[in-house]
């Protein structure tokens, strides 16, 4: 019904950026919030930001000020720029969204991307 596709990981030098894009494709009315989240090898996977049809937006304490989250509703596309970037981001990223599938009765789906890889060296 749904999919979520992340592009723009990579490797760079600590201090450096990346962009990640992630765009939703498939049958559903709209997009009630995206966000990102990431999981490092043996970790859990935790919160980035996370961004509402608002514009309203919230980010994980440690990259606060380095990162930022956007999004384009009319291509269904979420992006995170991520500067400054420390070899402690290093990561899979994976995209989240909660879509409506129908209003009659209203339901939601949660969908996940298949992550993209961002590996920050020293």
């Known amino acids: 019904q749904v999919q979520l596709v992340e592009s723009g990981g990579g490797l760079v030098q600590a201090g450096g950026s990346l962009r990640l894009s992630c765009a939703a494709s498939?049958?559903?009315?709209?997009?009630?919030?995206m966000g990102w989240y990431r999981q490092a090898p043996g970790r859990q996977r935790d919160l980035v930001a996370d961004?509402?049809?608002?514009?309203?937006?919230n980010y994980a304490d440690s990259v606060k000020g380095r990162f930022t989250i956007s999004r384009d509703s009319a291509k269904n596309t979420v992006y995170l720029q991520m500067s400054s970037l420390k070899p402690e981001d290093t990561a899979v990223y994976y995209c989240?969204?909660?879509?409506?599938?129908?209003?009659?009765?209203?339901?939601?789906?949660?969908?996940w991307g298949q992550g993209t890889l961002a590996t920050v060296s020293s």
């Open positions: 498939g049958s559903f009315f709209r997009i009630n919030a």
């Open positions: 989240n969204a909660r879509v409506v599938l129908s209003t009659t009765p209203l339901r939601f789906l949660e969908v």
């Open positions: 961004i509402t049809s608002d514009g309203s937006s």
